[in-house]
């Protein structure tokens, strides 16, 4: 069933429908609709408990405790309250509980502001959570649905980001699967460890030195074994509904010189920009990079090696040294045959929500096809100088 | 009086206290009354390594250690958990020191009473931070010497009263106890299980080794806190019936102070300040419980 909704309301389509059990959160502007709906969706639904409770640590915590009874769990925020996470959010993954949670990635104060930009989730980069990015309200919903399934199969915690505003906010069609079809692609869930009081553990006690080095090891692994998970699931998601998903999508990539890489719903405004050069002769295309954790080194690698150079547009910045998908694309590409590695330019553009706007995507595509390479690891574009 | 309490234990023989600690008593006490059906959420505390470290523990019910800040919260999660599922004959058991109480874990115990979740929080009260090596608290009694509280500049202020704070929270129970009268613990506990709703004990558990006194002194020091008024016995229902489970005769907090290495330095002028404030709030308290009408 088609329906026309903001972001936010996707993404409590997409709880409902994955039979989530418990749900936990805090409200933060942009994030506030999705608990709203839920709270509408649910009512009357004793298959789901919903705790409203008063901040967004209590949020993940109260999540890690349902979680660890074995039920389907999930929260959402937004930067400020992620922040709020941090400490929890380490020890969803290090308990290896697979909630999942949304994130609308809104800046960091200060100053206050309430628009977009990706400080907010890349800041909690090591904390041994996926990271989804989003390019538009059916892939949030999707997305949701393929969480679950990734999170249960692994045990790792799934984030989930949409940008503020221009998908939370904004409405576009989605189509809203049959419920009986998520059931078919996402059954129950069958915790592997759980509270039981007829078999009961301590969990998360004092690991010594001759314990915690190995736990961190299988964490990476279960890391390192979400790639194949992550891309197999979106292949069995494209049987039953017909969209495909991966670590990344190539457009029109194949024969590209010039490739842009992004993530978030700029990648909307990039695909229709890739097809105006093309219109020209222009051969540019984009990787749109899905999973930032885990971090699609064997993709990055396999499509960039190709190209003739590499621009990658970074809503984000890690202050003090550059972009932080620019940081990540270039590690991928170093450890390989030198004649594989283009040069990469870094841009970085619409911090705290300013418009990528096509102006913006001209300019960066100028300043690549002018420059043999970059001059320095940021450039900066839509600044006010 | 013959006590009814179970043969049956749920802890098992070894745990890491230090010698003379009192928290082991309370958890063995508490888990008597609550049985086989009862899970911990526990935020780091003392017993977060008297529990065991990995793989040993020291209990022989689930236990999820968890964040200093999230004891209530994890638990109204596993309470959500079980309750979705069905599980309805669990008892749910935060198991907090005052740190975790007082302080770090207090929004999310507000939060929790203030939901009046299901689940029974119990704060085994040192008077400080024990774990970490004798730094004070918002449980650290006025005058006391901590490590980060000298004795030329020790405790300034007054313990907080968290039982109070926790009534006002309009909760169906929230009670003292202490490990020198497990018959009034052992009561409370099994009242308060037939109870739903948020719970609330506060359990006085002398710690030797950062009180400074003689570990076989443990349970005569619990007992003193009693006897001299400065930690009465006594229980709230709903927030406004105050019942004092027990009227000492009142010995002089002088007794009581002078056992512990923390109140050494105090001087008489210290002392007599002590002596008025414990009187003045046994005033207080036997006010209010003299104040209820239902």
Request: glycine share 6%.
């Amino acid at each position: 069933m088609k329906k026309v909704i903001i972001g936010n309301h996707a993404v409590s389509y997409g709880v409902m429908l994955s039979r989530t059990q418990v749900i936990a959160a805090y409200p933060i502007t942009p994030q506030t609709e999705v608990v709203e709906k839920l709270t509408e969706l649910c009512s009357n639904n004793k298959k789901v408990k919903l705790l409203k409770v008063e901040s967004e640590h209590s949020a993940m915590a109260a999540c890690i405790g349902a979680s660890m009874t074995g039920v389907r769990t999930f929260t959402a925020t937004s930067s400020q309250g992620l922040a709020l996470m941090h400490e929890v959010l380490h020890w969803a993954a290090g308990a290896r509980l697979p909630i999942v949670m949304i994130n609308v990635n809104r800046a960091m104060a200060a100053p206050w502001t309430l628009w977009a930009d990706q400080n907010d989730s890349l800041s909690q980069r090591d904390t041994g959570w996926l990271q989804f990015y989003c390019e538009s309200n059916q892939e949030v919903l999707d997305t949701i649905i393929q969480a679950f399934k990734i999170s249960e199969e692994i045990l790792l915690p799934s984030m989930v980001c949409l940008d503020g505003f221009f998908l939370s906010h904004t409405s576009e069609p989605v189509d809203i699967p049959l419920k009986k079809e998520v059931d078919a692609f996402l059954p129950k869930y069958k915790p592997k460890y759980q509270i039981d009081t007829d078999d009961p553990h301590a969990f998360g006690g004092v690991a010594g030195v001759d314990y915690y080095f190995e736990i961190r090891y299988q964490m990476q692994e279960a890391m390192e074994k979400g790639k194949s998970v992550i891309r197999k699931t979106g292949k069995d998601f494209k049987k039953v509904f017909g969209r495909e998903y991966g670590l990344v999508e190539e457009y029109r990539c194949a024969d590209a010189e010039t490739i842009l890489v992004t993530s978030g719903m700029i990648a909307g405004t990039l695909r229709v920009m890739v097809d105006e050069y093309r219109k020209k002769g222009k051969k540019i295309g984009m990787l749109k990079i899905r999973t930032f954790r885990p971090f699609p080194v064997e993709e990055v690698r396999r499509v960039l090696k190709k190209a003739k150079k590499v621009a990658v547009i970074d809503r984000n910045i890690s202050f003090g040294h550059s972009g932080i998908f620019f940081q990540e694309v270039k590690a991928a590409m170093y450890n390989q045959d030198r004649s594989k590695r283009p040069p990469i330019f870094g841009f970085i553009t619409g911090l705290g929500g300013r418009d990528v706007t096509p102006d913006i995507i001209y300019e960066i595509i100028d300043h690549t096809s002018l420059h043999s390479e970059p001059k320095s690891d940021i450039i900066w574009v839509g600044l006010k100088k | 009086m013959k006590l009814k309490v179970t043969k049956e234990e749920y802890m098992y023989q070894g745990h890491t206290a230090c010698p003379g600690c009192t928290a082991p008593q309370a958890m063995r006490y508490v888990l008597k009354v609550l049985g086989k059906k009862t899970v911990i959420s526990m935020p780091a505390c003392c017993w977060s390594t008297i529990a065991g470290i990995f793989p040993y523990s020291s209990l022989k019910v689930p236990l999820f250690h968890t964040a200093f800040p999230a004891g209530a919260s994890v638990a109204s999660g596993i309470k959500a958990g079980m309750d979705v599922q069905g599980k309805k004959d669990v008892n749910v058991l935060t198991w907090a020191g005052d740190g975790g109480t007082f302080d770090i874990g207090f929004q999310a115990l507000s939060g929790a009473a203030e939901r009046n979740e299901d689940i029974i929080y119990v704060c085994y009260d040192n008077e400080a931070y024990m774990n970490t090596g004798i730094q004070r608290s918002s449980a650290t009694p006025w005058g006391a010497w901590t490590a980060v509280t000298p004795k030329e500049n020790p405790e300034g202020n007054p313990k907080k009263d968290i039982v109070y704070i926790m009534a006002a929270h309009r909760i169906p129970y929230a009670a003292t106890a202490c490990v020198a009268y497990p018959e009034d613990l052992i009561r409370k506990m099994k009242k308060a299980k037939k109870m739903s709703g948020t719970r609330f004990f506060q359990i006085l558990v002398p710690c030797s080794t950062g009180w400074k006194f003689s570990s076989e002194l443990s349970i005569k020091m619990a007992r003193m806190a009693v006897e001299t008024k400065i930690f009465p016995l006594y229980e709230v229902e709903n927030g406004v019936k105050y019942t004092i489970n027990k009227t000492p005769k009142g010995l002089p907090i002088k007794e009581y102070l002078k056992l512990q290495g923390r109140f050494k330095h105090l001087s008489e002028k210290d002392i007599k300040f002590i002596q008025m404030r414990v009187n003045k709030e046994w005033d207080d308290l036997v006010s209010r419980a003299s104040n209820y009408t239902a």
